[in-house]
DNA sequence: CGCTTGACTCGTACATTGTACCATAGGATG
DNA sequence: CATCCTATGGTACAATGTACGAGTCAAGCG
């Protein structure tokens, strides 16, 4: 993941500010990969982030990228990590609304998501970066300080989890192809055997932002301690 | 999708019987294709499926199966739509116990991502193939049945949706990826910033199946129509 | 019978991708 | 000056999806 041996990496981005530009332009970094990298991503989306289109952006030969990173997949976990970072006010400790709480730090990691379409299904798939595993850390501590217990700790969290990372994929993926909706409402009317779900047009009306919530509130409901 | 200009497929298979293997083995077919697709998916993940790999399971020729396919695309339809048939009893019509008639339909669509880890990553970004949007009018005619209103029929299918899928995608993917969680877990230990989800262990100790089922429940809590 | 048509198969070729390998440059340190 | 480390990037290659067009066979028709 790290430049070729780790060690101390960037030793001019230490003295920050002497000397602007060394070489041609401004020099390579991990953030900046991971920065145009997210660029490129909410543009062209997965299939449309390449090395070279990368390096093109970045104004240096595509395998500079590799002095900086082993591999392609680095570069994703960077992308995402760097979406998910969580800017939040520094926590009212002790906060005496929990529920709300809650909501809040859900509700912002998915709306962080969702400016990112790609972050959604990739999530999943990659380790746990520092920036999701602070959000989780979050979200435990705040449920942890609001009575659960320790042995339902784990279930509330993939819980919670589990709701906000299928919520935020499946709203993701028909944003995307929105095109395909209407086609698909179409082809139910060609057939007989789905009269329910087209009498209630589901692949269209969508509430998604009502279904997050309601939903949201039933596990919350589920997952209180009981008193 | 379909064959070059639609109309009639498989002029050959409706004669079914005569003359075994007119060329040289048994002929292509969208059927075959789906099949393979799915045994060369199940064992080399998705990455691992290619169209010459494909071609030489099938002992075809690569561009043969351009003919009966438009596009590699296709071919992950086919295949995620196979895996996703519905073999169920016919359906005992006015079943009293709906509950459990909607938790069965639920388990057994989760059961069968599962034995195929590549599907449920996929499912939320292809278009609702015949299968899947089968198993949804079950649902949705189960639920009308229940007594669930019109108003809030999608909200408690899509609900539901939201569940299977974050639960079932979060748990294909870990499955996968095996070998990191001990290097996760061992990351965690290496930071004071995640002391919660240290002490619980997130990344190791999960009851996967005990999660669904509790957060399942808590969801037809709240969806259940008041009498 | 020959001829045409349409269903189906497949070899060749090409553009695009990730990345291995190697040459190079410049600053720091001896 | 020599040596090493950090960093850049050109060339080359193997793998992939698929466009193109040529080929094969059976059925239908004169």
Same mark, same amino acid.
């Given at each position: ?21 060394? %070489? ?6 991990? +953030? ?24 093109? %952006? ?7 990228? !590799? ?5 392609? +997949? ?11 970072? !969580? ?10 609304d929990w529920r709300a709480e809650v909501i809040h730090i859900l509700e912002d990691w998915r709306a962080q998501m ?19 595993? !602070?959000?989780? +850390? ?11 217990? *320790? ?40 057939? +007989?055997? !789905? ?11 969508? *509430? ?20």
């Amino acid at each position: 993941m790290a430049a070729k041996r780790s060690g101390t990496r960037s030793t001019r981005s230490q003295r920050a500010g002497s000397v602007p530009q060394p %070489r041609s332009e401004t020099p390579l970094s991990l +953030e900046r990969i991971a920065a145009t990298a997210v660029e490129l991503l909410d543009v062209h989306g997965v299939d449309g982030l390449t090395m070279r289109r990368l390096a093109d %952006r970045l104004g240096s030969g595509v395998m500079s990228l !590799y002095w900086h990173v082993d591999t392609k +997949e680095d570069v994703f976990d960077l992308a995402l990590d760097m979406v998910l970072e !969580y800017r939040g006010q520094p926590q009212a400790a002790g906060t005496q609304d929990w529920r709300a709480e809650v909501i809040h730090i859900l509700e912002d990691w998915r709306a962080q998501m969702l400016r990112h379409p790609w972050s959604a299904s990739l999530l999943p798939s990659r380790a746990l970066g520092p920036n999701i595993l !602070y959000r989780l +850390e979050l979200l435990g501590k705040t449920l942890s300080g609001a009575g659960v217990a *320790d042995a339902n700790l784990n279930v509330a969290i993939w819980s919670l989890w589990n709701h906000v990372m299928g919520a935020t994929i499946t709203r993701a993926s028909f944003d995307l192809s929105n095109d395909d909706q209407a086609a698909a409402q179409q082809r139910l009317h060609l057939s +007989e055997r !789905y009269p329910t779900i087209e009498r209630s047009r589901l692949p269209l009306d969508n *509430d998604w932002d009502g279904v997050f919530r309601k939903g949201l509130d039933f596990l919350l409901d589920g997952l209180a301690p009981k008193p």
